[in-house]
């Protein structure tokens, strides 16, 4: 990150943080564990049984065990190493949302250990109510009524962070190089991410900005990817944004096309190769691994479409340093401070407090932390010490 502004201009002072949460999905680590887990994710949400049971055989294809757990364990040591290396002396704790280790739990022990204030990282990069302020919903619970719980603060979204980008920029110049070379020059990128129910995607940035965040950053950010990738090769492929996992029940609709449609699509015009890129995931967990690399790759191969699937940012060094560098530049302007906060793209930085109407949860509102909310009368009693700051 040599040749990132921030990293000049900031230095490795991280008052007023006594800790780094690292907020995460979670999944299941063995046969037993996947029905548990399904029920978590699921609660409350109308995900028809059909689908449910579907997925489930994706998690047993792999022995019942979701690779999640194990990427944020290694993103834990990798950001501890990070940190120990910058002379940055701070403990780095973890917690999901739908797994153990249990968000609750982790906060619990935060606060027997002493901890006054966190920053947090969710591994989720962009705006939508699931992947943003429905994490928020879950610290809000996780420290609801807990006795001497620390203050959070989560690190703003990274989407557009160059250490996200450039790892993805890399990736699909490795995943070119591997294609043969009488298709390579024609391949197209097909940019990745979760579905979403349009009416979630809709709902998702603040009203004032027209909604549909979700899909205009993952826009903004393939662009930024393409270019970078026409940098180096010197050409430009033609990308799309594409989607995958869909859930729900059927009559709703989501975020289409989906991968499998557009491998046939792009197969159906001659197209000679494709690379897929998981832009929406930051690592290898089910949804790429059942999702793209077995489905969509079957697909792929059913057609005789050749195609490659880049690798995600994972625990790439630019990745676990651009972790330090939105908590080094958070806790700056904590201090009161000035930063220069590296972005890349036509969005720019992204706020670090969301907006009170940001991303609404589609069923009801809910409480969460970490928004420029003002806490609800009702709830303000049980959540002692929060930032409360009305925009
Ligand atoms: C936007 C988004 C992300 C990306 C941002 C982020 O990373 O947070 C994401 C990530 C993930 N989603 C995951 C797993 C699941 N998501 C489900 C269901 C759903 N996802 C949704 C959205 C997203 N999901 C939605 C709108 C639903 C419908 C139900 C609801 O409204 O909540 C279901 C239920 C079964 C099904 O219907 O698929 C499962 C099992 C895992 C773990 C993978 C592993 O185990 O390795 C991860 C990282
Ligand atoms: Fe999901």
Not at 259 to 288: C, I, Q, R, T, W
Request: overall charge negative; glycine content about 8%.
């Amino acid at each position: 990150m040599s040749n990132d502004p921030a990293d000049v201009l900031t230095d490795v002072d991280v008052t007023p943080y006594d800790a780094l949460l690292l907020v995460s999905f979670g999944g299941p680590e063995g046969p037993d564990d996947v029905v548990p887990f399904l029920e978590n994710v699921t609660r409350g949400r109308g995900i028809p049984r059909e689908r449910l049971e579907e997925v489930g055989k994706h998690y047993h294809l792999f022995g019942g065990r979701s690779p999640i757990n194990d990427q944020n364990r290694d993103l834990l040591t990798a950001l501890r190493a990070d940190l120990a290396e910058a002379g940055i002396d701070l403990p780095v704790y973890w917690g999901n949302r739908n797994w153990d280790p249990y968000l609750k739990d982790t906060l619990a022990r935060m606060a027997a250990d002493g901890v006054t204030r966190a920053a947090c990282f969710v591994t989720s990069a962009y705006s939508s109510w699931s992947s943003c302020r429905q994490y928020r919903e879950n610290l809000w619970d996780a420290v609801e009524g807990l006795e001497g719980a620390p203050r959070l603060d989560k690190l703003r979204h990274y989407f557009n962070h160059p250490g996200f980008a450039e790892p993805n920029v890399d990736a699909v110049l490795a995943a070119l190089a591997d294609l043969p070379d009488d298709v390579r020059d024609g391949a197209h990128l097909a940019f990745v991410t979760h579905s979403i129910p349009l009416s979630m995607n809709d709902a998702s940035g603040p009203p004032e900005q027209g909604g549909g965040a979700y899909v205009r950053q993952h826009l903004d950010v393939a662009d930024v990817i393409t270019r970078r990738v026409a940098e180096e090769t010197g050409r430009t492929h033609p990308h799309e944004l594409v989607f995958c996992s869909r859930s729900g029940a059927p009559h709703i609709p989501w975020l289409e096309p989906d991968v499998n449609d557009h491998l046939e699509k792009l197969h159906g015009d001659g197209v000679p190769a494709v690379v897929m890129v998981p832009v929406g995931f930051v690592s290898d967990h089910m949804e790429v691994i059942y999702d793209l690399d077995t489905e969509a790759m079957e697909t792929a191969a059913e057609l005789g479409l050749p195609a490659r699937r880049a690798a995600t940012a994972g625990t790439d060094p630019r990745f676990v340093a651009a972790v330090r560098d939105l908590l080094v530049e958070r806790a700056t302007v904590e201090r009161g401070g000035e930063v220069a906060r590296a972005a890349v793209g036509s969005t720019g930085p992204m706020w670090d407090r969301c907006p009170r109407t940001c991303c609404s949860n589609p069923r009801a509102e809910r409480p969460a932390l970490c928004g420029s909310d003002p806490v609800p009368a009702y709830a303000a009693a049980t959540v002692p010490g929060q930032a409360v700051v009305v925009a």
